[in-house]
């Protein structure tokens, strides 16, 4: 059993447009929406600092809220005004099962190369990539239209020095110039699809393919990280290995 007291009404909002779309973020952790076996969401009037001898350990159903005059608080039940449709069921990612959908994602920056030997490549073991540029767009927003063709089961990540960027600190401020030492960086959209992607499908079903010293996006751990300098080819074996890894049968 786990809770999370106090609330506000947008993060309770937030949780369950999350739950519909079949996981949701819990304390710093994706769960995915089979691991829940039930939710239950209760209003009240006051925060918890209001009340006492809350026992957490209890089910949600049982759990008593009294105020400082021990009188018991009515906890409104409000789960079915929040969820109101069964959520979209995501792949099952046993490792005893193969992975039924064969669309794969390919997020890419400026430098085109790399992506049609992905794309190559991936039809070659029988895959199906999905380039977002590629897709009609039917008067969507480009976060739209990402959602709309992100129904995946994997994502490919490439990331290419196309930006140039000043480092975070500078000892002091002066005129740029060419001896300065600027990082090389990828578009800042394929940094946030890297991010989205890891959200969606979890962080095993994301790699990301890295050219020559481009940054790397912190705080995203736990990825597979390939490197290569000139061509995909380089690491061919590689993404061989983590598709099958991901269950796929090539």
Request: aromatic fraction near 10%.
């Amino acid at each position: 059993m786990l809770y999370e007291f106090d609330l506000s009404e947008s993060e309770v909002k937030a949780f369950a447009e999350q739950h519909q779309k079949g996981r949701v973020l819990f304390r710093g952790k994706w769960i995915n929406v089979p691991d829940i076996e039930e939710i239950e969401i209760r209003e009240t009037p006051y925060n918890s600092n209001t009340y006492k001898s809350i026992n957490a350990l209890l089910p949600v159903g049982d759990i008593i809220f009294r105020d400082d005059y021990n009188l018991q608080t009515e906890a409104k039940v409000v789960t079915r005004q929040l969820f109101k449709s069964e959520p979209k069921k995501f792949i099952e990612k046993s490792a005893r099962q193969l992975i039924s959908s064969r669309n794969v994602f390919i997020v890419h920056g400026h430098d085109v190369q790399p992506v049609k030997e992905l794309k190559k490549m991936l039809i070659e073991f029988g895959l199906n990539p999905i380039v977002l540029h590629e897709q009609p767009s039917g008067s969507r927003t480009i976060i739209e239209k990402l959602e709309k063709y992100s129904d995946v089961g994997y994502a490919f990540v490439i990331l290419t020095p196309d930006d140039l960027a000043l480092p975070d600190t500078l000892p002091i401020i002066r005129p740029l110039t060419p001896e300065l030492p600027f990082k090389h960086r990828a578009r800042q959209n394929v940094v946030l699809e890297f991010g989205y992607f890891m959200g969606l499908l979890g962080r095993d079903r994301v790699c990301c393919l890295h050219k020559g010293n481009v940054e790397l996006p912190s705080d995203m751990y736990g990825i597979v990280y390939i490197p290569f300098e000139k061509s995909l080819e380089e690491c061919r074996d590689m993404i061989v290995k983590n598709l099958r890894d991901a269950r796929y049968k090539i």
